[in-house]
């Protein structure tokens, strides 16, 4: 009977001093990083399981909300089910360890954006010279090609494709060429050369 | 006399030992020299003393990236010589720092190896647009800047310049292109762009032109 007393004391006094450690604003020390690969807003950051702080959309930083106390174990991590729809996964590096009794600003989170295939169709493209951009892409397309590829880009990122420089003797014009990227493969864009008049 | 001349070839032998330590051919040398890296346009000139050495690039990896250069002065120090490696001239279209902040003086080190670490320069990508009185417009450069850039008739209006607002995508690095296209039109207007891609130079670009008119 008293062992059983003293053991739910102890199970009370351990769920009080978790609680303290998981989650609330209980301390004086910053908890944060770097973020990348954040596009969409949803992501959710948590600390020992708790101390949710919503990541926004471009963020290159975060800081949670909740102070953390010296010398108190962290661990940080992304929140199941918060993942943005474009991202496929993200990597927490020294999410854990010992607070001390400095801030913490080492946490990186690094978010991987699912990539799918820029391209599409070339009619009348029967000369050199063609070089289309996609920003600081860049691809040449030779002679007699019926179809071309960009550099693979990110879901949800926008893309717009631009003609850097005409081929010898003829104007090529771009359909389909701007717009954001999507959940599969987008060889949609449609690029048509005519003889120059 | 017998002690003087014993004196004298004491002297004479102190000498030549001398000189068989320190001095002559066999004195020891350091040479002064280091590696780069990120070196993608030479020469970049380096400075110790009153040596110069240009150091070039030495192409790419496999991966791309710049291959490591090493780089050595023309004269060797002796024990104690001073150096401080200084860069008298840049890296054309980049920007590079001497990983040594305070002289040294040979000897100190068993081998004088000071890196230097280099990066391409990048400059920003923009323009003006005109005529804008709905909203809507987003602008891109490519899939380079995921966000794209949103203009609006209050940035209009707050623009110092009546009817133009100045917009601004990320930095491109020098050689590298750019291209902007309208990823969304205003409600009810059309725009187009002029100047619209090119290759990023030394210097930002400033010109690229979007101009709205009203849908008829």
């Known amino acids: 009977m008293k062992s059983s007393i003293l053991r739910t004391g102890l199970a009370l006094a351990c769920a009080v001093s978790l609680a303290s450690c998981g989650g609330g604003n209980t301390g004086t020390l910053v908890l944060g990083g770097q973020i990348s690969g954040i596009t969409l807003p949803g992501l959710v950051l948590q600390n020992n399981g708790g101390s949710d702080l919503a990541i926004p959309a471009g963020a290159t930083s975060f800081a949670f ?35 001390g009794v400095y801030n913490v600003n080492t946490i990186i989170v690094t978010c991987v954006i699912f990539t799918h295939a820029l391209g599409g169709s070339v009619s009348g493209l029967t000369t050199d010279g063609l070089v289309l951009l996609n920003g600081t892409d860049k691809v040449t397309v030779k002679a007699n090609a019926t179809s071309f590829a960009m550099a693979p880009v990110s879901q949800g990122y926008p893309f717009g494709i631009t003609v850097f420089q005409q081929p010898a003797g003829l104007t090529c014009s771009i359909a389909n060429g701007v717009g954001t990227q999507g959940t599969t493969d987008n060889n949609g864009v449609a690029i048509a050369c005519k003889p120059n008049t | 006399m017998t002690l003087f001349s014993m004196r004298a070839a004491l002297a004479l032998l102190l000498a030549a030992s001398l000189a068989s330590c320190g001095g002559g051919g066999s004195k020891e040398t350091y040479p002064v020299g280091g590696t780069v890296s990120g070196l993608v346009y030479g020469p970049l000139v380096l400075t110790t003393g009153s040596q110069n050495v240009n150091v070039n690039p030495a192409g790419l990896e496999t991966n791309g990236t710049p291959k490591l250069v090493t780089y050595t002065f023309p004269q060797t120090l002796s ?32 081998t004088i190896n000071v890196g230097v670490s280099c990066t391409v320069n990048s400059n920003l990508v923009g323009g003006t647009v005109t005529g804008l009185t709905t909203e809507g417009l987003q602008l891109i450069n490519g899939s380079t800047t995921p966000i794209p850039v949103t203009l609006t008739v209050a940035g209009v209006a707050a623009s110092q310049a009546a009817g133009t607002l100045p917009f601004t995508f ?32 030394d210097a930002a670009i400033t010109n690229v032109a979007v101009n709205c008119v009203n849908n008829p």
């Open chain 1, 65 to 99: 909300t909740d102070l953390v106390p010296t010398d108190a174990i962290y661990n940080v991590k992304v929140k199941d089910g918060t993942l943005p729809a474009n991202v496929q996964r993200c990597d927490v590096t020294g999410g854990s360890g010992n607070t």
């Open chain 2, 79 to 110: 024990y104690g010589d001073p150096y401080l490696i200084t860069k008298t001239a840049e890296a054309p279209h980049q920007s590079c720092t001497v990983l040594q902040t305070a002289a040294d003086s040979a000897g100190h080190m068993v």
């Open chain 2, 170 to 201: 990320g930095p491109v690095l020098y050689n590298a292109t750019y291209g902007i296209s309208i990823l969304t039109q205003p409600t009810g207007q059309t725009c187009t762009v002029t100047n619209g891609n090119g290759v990023m130079g």
